[in-house]
């Protein structure tokens, strides 16, 4: 019998209502085993342990957080089959994101899940989702870090929050689903991805404000980009750019302020805010003239694991041609075909 650690870190799914709204409330390793046990679902389950952090709101986590999660999972990976992690759903991708980059090359699933209405309140979909994450957590073939919400398991690194109230939360427009959770469990073994070079684990300490983000906008200009990347400990700037990449190229004023950002050692990428496709930074005047300033396209790459990719490699103190090189270095599924598939310096 498989076991799994399940790693609870907070989220709507443990909270209790307050008078200003929903707030984590301790416990739910314990709550979770008596709701399974009550409903009789626990002993289809694969056997779990439970590892509680006091529980926050995931809209208060900041990237120093991955490290213990990266630590703890490390730490314990030989003594469990798979991992599930319990996260609030606000800010879940950003986290798996940032976890599937921290052990990349892993051997095992480890399963992010949450929930859209707390434990024990009515119509929740707690106990679905943590059912099927630890089903999920159980299959060896499976290594992978993904996300499992509603009727979907996403690659952890291409999953975005997409609603605030369905009980599909999740999407990844720019991926398929790793597998559909219907009356079946379909797991799509073709689709997992296969890393043949061995773990590259890390767990860094993060600084929280390493990484400035511009998203693009009417009237944007010179005085947003050094406003944001004013302070020393800025040291990447994400640009999310309008439809394949492109910038309001007729301001030369901005486009000075990011020569000179990268000029002082900022990292600038470029990410569509579209929800769907890439970046194609030779498709536009308006586009390549943020290539001629060296600012790395990104391909279709989420925002949030751009952010966490750049957080990552920032934290593990890689140079800034390494940093350039390895963000578009496919790790773990992050980039679809526009990513270079070249295997990772030694
Ligand atoms: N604010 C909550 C959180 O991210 C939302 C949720 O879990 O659904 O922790």
């Given at each position: 019998m498989a076991r799994v650690l399940m790693l609870a870190y907070g989220g709507t799914i443990g909270m209790v209502p307050s008078p200003h709204g929903y707030v984590p409330a301790p416990g739910l390793g314990e709550r979770l085993r008596r709701a399974l046990q009550d409903t009789g679902a626990g002993a289809a389950l694969p056997a779990f342990e439970v590892w509680e952090q006091?529980?926050?709101?995931?809209?208060?986590?900041?990237?120093?957080?991955w490290q213990t999660m990266a630590q703890h999972l490390q730490a314990h990976w030989?003594?469990?089959?798979g991992f599930v992690v319990l996260h609030g759903t606000d800010t879940m991708a950003w986290s798996a994101a940032a976890l599937a980059f921290l052990l990349r090359g892993l051997d095992k699933p480890v399963i992010l899940t949450g929930a859209q209405i707390p434990l024990?309140?009515?119509?929740?979909?707690a106990l679905s989702n943590v059912s099927a994450a630890l089903m999920l957590a159980a299959?060896?073939?499976?290594?992978e870090v993904a996300l499992c919400f509603g009727r979907f398991l996403w690659r952890g690194c291409r999953?975005?929050?997409?609603?605030?109230?369905?009980?599909?939360?999740?999407?990844?427009p720019n991926d398929a689903p790793l597998a559909e959770l219907g009356i079946e469990l379909v797991?799509?073994?073709?689709?997992l991805w296969r890393w043949p070079h061995g773990p590259r684990w890390t767990a860094p300490a993060f600084d929280d404000e390493a990484v400035a983000v511009l998203t693009l906008h009417p009237g944007v200009g010179a005085a947003a980009v050094r406003a944001l990347t004013a302070?020393?400990?800025?040291?990447a700037l994400l640009l999310l750019t309008?439809?394949?990449?492109?910038?309001?190229?007729?301001?030369t004023a901005f486009l000075d302020a990011i020569a000179a950002a990268s000029a002082g050692g900022v990292v600038v990428v470029n990410a569509t805010q579209c929800w769907h496709g890439a970046v194609d930074?030779?498709?536009y005047a308006t586009g390549s003239a943020l290539a001629r300033l060296g600012v790395v396209p990104l391909a279709d790459m989420t925002p949030e694991a751009a952010w966490a990719k750049l957080h990552v490699l920032l934290a593990s103190g890689a140079d800034t041609a390494t940093i350039r090189a390895e963000l578009v270095r496919n790790w773990c599924g992050e980039?679809?075909?526009?990513?270079t598939e070249a295997p990772p310096a030694a």
């Open positions: 006091p529980p926050i709101d995931s809209a208060n986590l900041r990237p120093h957080h030989a003594d469990y089959d024990g309140v009515a119509r929740s979909d299959q060896p073939e499976l290594c999953a975005r929050k997409v609603s605030a109230q369905r009980f599909d939360a999740f999407a990844a797991l799509h073994r073709q689709r302070s020393e400990r800025v040291r309008y439809g394949a990449g492109n910038v309001p190229a007729q301001d930074a030779g498709a980039l679809g075909a526009n990513g």
